[in-house]
């Protein structure tokens, strides 16, 4: 056997005993562990500026409609639309109404939630409990129950036998409505808008969870359909 031979030979032996090293440690190694898993950004909570308030405030046209501006200056401004550290500990997502301090809350990813104040009516006290929004509407027809006519009678022309209300800035269910069901059955109980500016962070004689409607038109688009949402009595 020629020197060349050998040689040739020996390298071939080496390299094949290094490739086996080489994938025996593939096999085995496992990488890294306990790699720590990105946490979810949290999202900046700034107070809104006098010219944002402006403008988030501000007459907006909407669906054929105009919306008149809201004098924000004279709503207790804890109740305007504004996001916090998210105090609900649901998941995000999660529609929460708080309804002994008049807030509602859409939990955001990374430990935060959009805020609005609210008013709660007679109705909106009458539920509790988790349940799905299964039907979102924008600019409603208002279709008195059976139950409210009973009360008020001079309503029966806005009976559901009727047709109810048509749509528009004096209707009270608002810009925007958001139907909740449980066990897919209606509860009856509603987010919606109102033009009653002054009703936000009151109880007030009628209707379930009212908003400013340039804020119904917000929280409708930031919350899907079938969100779940839980509310607090």
């Not at 308030?53 to 305007?80: C, F, M, N, T």
């Not at 409210?148 to 209300?165: D, T, Y």
């Not at 500016?197 to 400013?212: D, E």
Request: net charge positive; proline share 9%; hydrophobic share 35%.
């Amino acid at each position: 056997m020629t020197s060349e031979l050998q040689l040739s030979r020996r390298a071939f032996v080496i390299g094949s005993v290094a490739m086996t090293a080489t994938l025996a440690g593939c096999a085995t190694n496992t990488g890294p562990k306990n790699v720590p898993v990105p946490e979810q950004v949290r999202r900046p909570i700034v107070p809104a500026t006098e010219a944002e308030l402006q403008e988030r405030y501000a007459a907006v046209s909407d669906g054929g409609h105009l919306i008149p501006a809201i004098p924000y200056q004279q709503i207790d401004p804890k109740y305007y639309r504004q996001r916090v550290i998210d105090p609900t500990g649901e998941k995000p997502g999660t529609v929460v109404v708080n309804t002994p301090e008049r807030f509602l809350y859409v939990v955001e990813p990374g430990g935060t939630a959009m805020r609005y104040g609210v008013g709660i009516g007679r109705d909106g006290f009458a539920w509790q409990g988790e349940g799905i929004i299964h039907w979102r509407q924008p600019w409603p027809r208002w279709k008195v129950p059976d139950e409210m006519i009973a009360r008020q009678p001079s309503l029966k022309r806005f009976s559901v036998e009727n047709g109810g209300m048509d749509p528009g800035v004096k209707n009270p269910l608002g810009a925007r409505a958001l139907y909740i069901f449980q066990n897919n059955q209606d509860t009856l109980y509603r987010l919606h808008g109102s033009p009653e500016w002054q009703s936000i962070g009151k109880a007030t004689s009628s209707g379930c969870v009212r908003l400013i409607n340039q804020d119904v038109i917000d929280l409708y688009t930031r919350v899907p359909y079938h969100a779940r949402i839980v509310v607090h009595q």
